[in-house]
Nanobody, 118 residues
Framework: QVQLVESGGGLAQAGGSLRLSCAAS????????MGWLRQGSGKQREWVAS???????TYGDSVKGRFTISRDITKNMVYLQMNSLKPEDTAVYYC????????????WGQGTQVTVSS
């Protein structure tokens, strides 16, 4: 497992942008994929985006075209650039890592709050 620490959350207005960062204690290249998930108040946890060890990115339908996941292998960092934010993007955002292509995420960060005002 790797230790993950998120940062960059906060308050934004609708239409604005935020960039989340995730610092990993170990090599993110050893993980099959890194991802971002979120959980709004009273809602189930939702997958947002993933990047594989090959650099392939995928996105949930609700964020496609607005959010971009990226990584810096040399720094063991993963990022989530969030543009055109909407109030429904309000949630706690979690960075996660997985060693296999399928199944549960193995490692989780503590989460960072993102609040989007209308």
């Amino acid at each position: 497992q790797v230790q993950l620490v998120e940062s960059g959350g906060g308050l934004a207005q609708a239409g604005g942008s935020l960039r989340l960062s995730c610092a990993a204690s170990g090599s993110i290249f050893s993980q099959n994929r890194m991802g971002w998930l979120r959980q709004g108040s009273g809602k189930q946890r939702e997958w947002v985006a993933s990047v594989t060890s090959d650099g392939i990115t995928t996105y949930g339908d609700s964020v496609k075209g607005r959010f971009t996941i990226s990584r810096d292998i040399t720094k063991n960092m993963v990022y989530l650039q969030m543009n055109s934010l909407k109030p429904e993007d309000t949630a706690v955002y979690y960075c996660a890592a997985r060693r296999s292509p399928w199944g549960s995420w193995d490692s989780w960060g503590q989460g960072t709050q993102v609040t989007v005002s209308s």
